[in-house]
């Protein structure tokens, strides 16, 4: 399984960026959809996680400004990150826990990372 992450870039404080990740390869069923981050010379944290019933949860340094979404038919998730701070500063990885035959067990997956800069 394959995942692709888009939208990274360079915005403002107070600005908003969108993230995608869409899935490639055999899916029998995606169980837990996220995303994880890194900034420089820190280790990798968890941003947001979306489970298939829809069940979200956040770190609470994101709460209220980042949504999670995913879309079940399309295997892909999203997140939208608005009020955007310095601190938000880092590469981006989405997963996803998936199974790849009925009844399989969880296998996680990452994303190869995008970027995103806030800036000052």
């Known amino acids: 399984v394959q995942l692709q992450a888009s939208g990274g870039g360079l915005v403002q404080t107070g600005g908003s960026l969108s993230l995608s990740c869409t899935t490639s390869?055999?899916?029998?069923?995606?169980?837990?959809m996220g995303w994880y981050r890194q900034a420089p010379g820190k280790q990798r944290e968890m941003v947001a996680y979306?489970?298939?019933?829809?069940?979200?949860r956040y770190d609470q340094s994101v709460e209220g400004r980042f949504t999670i979404s995913r879309d079940n038919a399309r295997n892909s998730v999203h997140l939208q990150m608005d009020s955007l701070k310095p601190d938000d500063t880092a590469v981006y990885f989405c997963?996803?826990?998936?199974?790849?035959?009925?009844?399989?067990?969880?296998?996680?997956?990452w994303g190869q990372g995008t970027l995103v800069t806030v800036s000052s």
């Open positions: 979306i489970r298939d019933n829809g069940i979200t």
């Open positions: 390869g055999t899916i029998s069923r995606i169980n837990v």
């Open positions: 997963t996803a826990d998936v199974q790849t035959s009925p009844g399989g067990g969880n296998v996680r997956s």
